[in-house]
């Protein structure tokens, strides 16, 4: 066989290889979209619809339920703003998320350290044991903390009477100057295990070569805590906290179940308050509460937006921008 007999066929079979690529290409897209319908339909139904629905919603006058609906523009928007209650759920979100964010996000770095160090036993046992809370749906746990902090018999007023710490059972969760913190404590231990698996993750991507040369250098665990190990750090601080901030804007499951939103509004926050209107009230306002959510998305879209500002400058900083 010639050489230019070679390269005719060589140049034939890429021809036919070349001809097949386009009708394969079309369908693997086809399978692709194919596999992806069924997602696509059902997230353009309960996520897309009821967005854009609600932003519909906000401008009428309409209870959810009957045929009759008006045109009114703006007004709610405006009743919303100028609702105390409204923003009294709205400082409640907030104030939530002030004081559960960085509690849950320093407690779990210092169980992280201690249980990322191979000197520590049962360390595989402790880790399970911590992150077996948020296999479980929040609602139960809602209604289990009800019976536990229990004024009457529940096992939390039980053991402070025998210890003598209270000569009387405490109503954690219906005295308004107890109820968010108890939620706020509820809320930390039950989303306890996915940060401190953040900080696993995080901690082990530090390599052990790094502590050998600061130990061989002469530092102490508070050195290599201070000098090494909060440092390398410290893009995952970032992450891990917008994260948890963004995580304590649902709350409603939690915070329903187990107080209601009571006592007094002391626990209201504002996804409560948007239900409040939209299906508890005696005469229920779905247009008003469609407004509320439409001022709850904006703020909650803030926060993404400081999430991914947050992510940018890590990575920056980390030279991979």
Known sequence: MSVATLENDVQDRTSRRA???????????????????????????????????SYWYSFLRWDGFGADKSWIGLQNYRDVLADPLFWNSFKITVLFMVVTVPLQVVATLLVAIVLNSPKMPFSTLFRTALFLPMVTT?????????FVFDPASGPVNLLLTRLGLVSEGVNFLGDSSTALWTVGGVYVWKWFGITLVYWLAALQTIPNEVYEAARIDGAGPWKLMRHVTMPLLRPFLVIITLLSLEATLKVFDLMLTMTGGGPFYATEVVEIYIYRWAFAATVP???????????????????????????RAVRQSRGTA
Do not use: E, H, K, N
Request: proline content about 4%; overall charge positive; aromatic content about 14%.
């Open 19 to 53: 001809g097949r690529r386009p009708r394969d290409a079309s369908r693997s897209r086809l399978w692709i979209w194919l596999f992806l319908t069924p997602t696509v339909v059902l997230y353009g139904l309960y996520t897309v619809y009821p967005i854009a629905a």
């Open 138 to 146: 929040t609602a139960i746990v809602g209604v289990v903390m009800q």
């Open 285 to 311: 306002q779905l247009g008003y509460a469609s407004a509320a959510a439409v001022v709850f998305g904006l703020f909650v879209c803030l926060v993404g937006l400081f999430q991914l500002l947050g992510i």
